[in-house]
């Protein structure tokens, strides 16, 4: 931002910063325009077909070339990520019935966990009765809510 | 503007000025161009209640001694990183909620892999979430749970609530959350069915690359990211600047992958059939029927959101069957709207006297 000086004088910065405001406003608009058309959502659905062509053709060259070099390919990563994940969730099965024995038998690591959970009373400021929890208006900081909140 | 010529002092003092902040500008580039100082984000102090594949459940450890009754979950949305609510301190929501005394918990996707392709909507709300919101219930001893989404979390919090309306959602916090996917617009054109084969793209990419998801973001706004550069360079001075910029730049640019089959389905489902709206939505054979929510609802919306924009967000509250509910329309983007300078001053606050007068 411009500094204030004893003699005011014109600010060339400033005048650049509001010409890339309004330039990059006029030609988002712009472009905006230009690609909320048919033309351009049927040529932008041509190029995703045509990358994705693409893609499927090196994906199958390359698997076919990692067989060839008896090296493992991508699908079969993901295979493994499969089971790697199937195992995972098993453990997480498993972590949660300990976590619920754990719970049965009270331990006294849980009873310590607990002394240290806060109390469910807070209330807001200002807070009393039934009509104030329907009315944040009437709240302190009512100040700091938008008019549009209000009801 | 005046046209008066400059006085020695001033100009000696613009030199000095000017001199300095090249001092500055230079060492802070390095910063940039060395990755030096990069700013740390999400770290409020957290422990993982819950994990399945790559999704998370934190409980965020409670910074008051007396908590409101009623615990709050974000849910996240499956498009970007769950560190947008936790930003650096001062600069975190989940910060100054806990501050404020609510006791709050994640679920957080993760950075999908390769293997979750097959995951579908049905998976994250009706398998995943009802199991996270019943840890939370077993943990806090209440029946109750407020939940905020942000963008596709809020999409997440109302087919939940429209799926399970008994299930306890007392209320609901929707930022920036589409319902009307007609109203997405350059992201519902380019998706036209006519055009958009996503069967194809979904077999052959299997989860949607993070590069496609963020180049169809960032020509939403073409001149957005160019523009955004020249900014920086013309406040490298300004430490304040730069810090807000890598944050924020950091977060736009950590774009992850989306999950295939909920893609395929969140293109069929509702970009083209508009089925959350209608009432046609069904997951896990269960029917999402925003009418038979119940929960209080605060709909948080950008006026000049371009990835959500206002036609698709505006009518959140006509379609859900509370009672209580709320729109709030703030003037932003899809970002400003949660995180920044105008979030800390005005919508937080505003969140914070909406949910605790909702949460004894």
């Known amino acids: 931002m411009s500094e204030q000086t004893d003699q005011p004088r014109p600010d060339v910065m400033e005048a650049w910063r509001e010409w890339l405001t309004q330039t990059e406003r006029q030609f ?64 997480s099965r498993i972590e949660e019935m300990l976590q619920i024995a754990a719970e049965a038998v009270d331990m006294a690591e849980d009873r310590e966990a607990a002394r240290r959970e806060p109390t469910r009373t807070r209330t807001p400021a200002g807070y009393g009765t039934a009509e104030d929890a329907q009315e944040p208006a009437e709240h302190p900081q009512s100040e700091a809510v938008p008019q549009g909140l209000r009801r | 503007m005046s046209t008066q010529a400059k006085t020695p002092e001033s100009l000696v003092g613009q030199v000095g000025r000017e001199a300095t902040r090249t001092i500055d500008r230079s060492r802070r580039s390095l910063d940039l161009l060395l990755g030096r100082h990069d700013p740390d984000v999400g770290t409020t102090p957290k422990e993982t209640l819950f994990s399945k594949g790559t999704m998370k459940l934190y409980r965020f450890r409670p910074v008051t001694d007396d908590v409101y009754r009623v ?11 769950s560190y947008i609510l936790d930003l650096a301190p001062g600069q975190s929501f989940v910060e100054y909620l806990l501050k404020q005394g609510f006791d709050v918990y994640m679920i957080d996707w993760g950075y999908p892999r390769a293997e979750d392709h097959t995951l579908r909507l049905d998976d994250y709300v009706v398998d995943m979430m009802p199991r996270c919101l019943e840890i939370v219930r077993e943990r806090t001893g209440q029946d109750d749970v407020s939940i905020l989404g942000y963008c596709m979390g809020g999409v997440f919090g109302l087919m939940y609530a429209g799926a399970f309306p008994e299930s306890g959602v007392r209320n609901l916090i929707c930022v920036a959350t589409p319902v009307d996917f007609d109203g997405m617009g350059l992201l519902r ?27 169809s973001l960032e020509m939403l706004r073409p001149l957005e990211r160019p523009l955004s550069y020249l900014r920086l360079w013309d406040n490298l001075w300004d430490e304040e600047y730069v810090y807000n910029w890598r944050i924020r730049y950091k977060w736009v640019q950590d774009q992850i992958p989306f999950p295939g089959e909920a893609y395929r389905q969140f293109t069929k489902e509702l970009m083209w059939g508009n089925k959350l709206i209608k009432g046609e939505l069904e997951l896990g054979g269960k029917r999402v029927d925003l009418k038979r929510i119940s929960a209080s609802v605060l709909n948080a919306v950008a006026e000049f959101d371009h990835i959500s924009p206002y036609d698709a967000t505006k009518a959140l509250t006509s379609y859900v069957g509370s009672e209580d509910k709320q729109d709030l329309k703030v003037r932003g983007g899809h970002v400003s709207l949660i995180a920044g300078r105008s979030a800390v001053t005005r919508f937080w606050p505003t969140v914070n006297e909406w949910l605790s007068a909702r949460s004894v």
């Open chain 2, 189 to 215: 054109r380019w998706a036209d069915p006519r055009w958009f084969d996503v069967d194809r793209m979904v077999d052959t990419y299997g989860n949607i690359p993070a590069e496609i998801m963020l180049r």
């Open chain 2, 71 to 81: 615990p709050l979950v974000f849910v996240m949305s499956l498009v970007s990183k």
């Open chain 1, 28 to 91: 988002n608009a712009f472009f905006n325009e230009a690609m909320n058309t048919e033309p351009f959502a049927r040529s932008m659905g041509g190029y995703m077909e045509m990358t994705a062509a693409f893609q499927r053709t090196m994906a199958e060259g390359m698997q076919r070339y990692l067989t060839f070099m008896n090296m493992p390919s991508r699908t079969d990563v993901v295979d493994l990520g499969e089971t790697l994940r199937s195992i995972e969730d098993r453990l």
